[in-house]
C-alpha cells in the first residue's frame, strides 16, 4: 500500500516537472514570438506613429473594398494640390482616389470621415458622433 502510494507520488513529481518544462517551453516561443514580431513590427509602428502625428494630414480610401486609412504631410499635401487642384490624393494602397479628408476618432483611434448633415428642420444638430464606435467626436 505505501509502496503505491510512493509510486503515486513520484509520477506526480515527473508530471509537474514536465509541466515547468513546457511551461518554460511555452514561454520562451513566446518571447521569441515577442521579439520577432517587434523587429518585424518597425515599418507598423511607423505606420501607427504617423496616424498619431498631429502635424500631418489625415485620409480615408472610401473604396468599400480598401478602406485604407493614411497620412500626408502638409508638404506632401501642398505639393500635391500644385499639380493637382480639385483632387483628392490616391490612396497608397489601391491608388484610387476616391479618398476623403478624414478625423481620427479619440475612442477607437480609427479614421472616419466626418458628416455636416443639417439636422432636419426643427430639430437641434446632432452631436457628432463616430461612425465606428458611436462614441461622441469632437
Ligand atoms: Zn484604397
Ligand atoms: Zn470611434
Redesign the pocket.
Known amino acids: 500500500m505505501e509502496q503505491r502510494r510512493q509510486a503515486a507520488r513520484g509520477v506526480l513529481a515527473i508530471e509537474r516537472s514536465a509541466i515547468i518544462k513546457l511551461s518554460i517551453a511555452a514561454l520562451a516561443l513566446l518571447g521569441a514570438g515577442v521579439i520577432t514580431w517587434r523587429s518585424l513590427g518597425p515599418s507598423g509602428n511607423g505606420d501607427n506613429a504617423e496616424k498619431y502625428d498631429e502635424t500631418r494630414t489625415r485620409w480615408l480610401c472610401l473604396e468599400a473594398s480598401c478602406k485604407k486609412e493614411f497620412t500626408l504631410s502638409t508638404a506632401e499635401l501642398g505639393a500635391f494640390y500644385r499639380d493637382h487642384e480639385d483632387q483628392n490624393p490616391a490612396c497608397p494602397a489601391c491608388k484610387k482616389q476616391n479618398t476623403a479628408r478624414a478625423s481620427r ?6 479614421f ?1 470621415v466626418p458628416k455636416h448633415e443639417p439636422p432636419p428642420q426643427g430639430q437641434r444638430p446632432k452631436p457628432p458622433s ?6 461622441p ?1 469632437r
Open positions: 476618432c479619440e475612442s477607437c483611434k480609427k472616419y463616430c461612425p465606428n464606435c458611436g462614441k467626436v
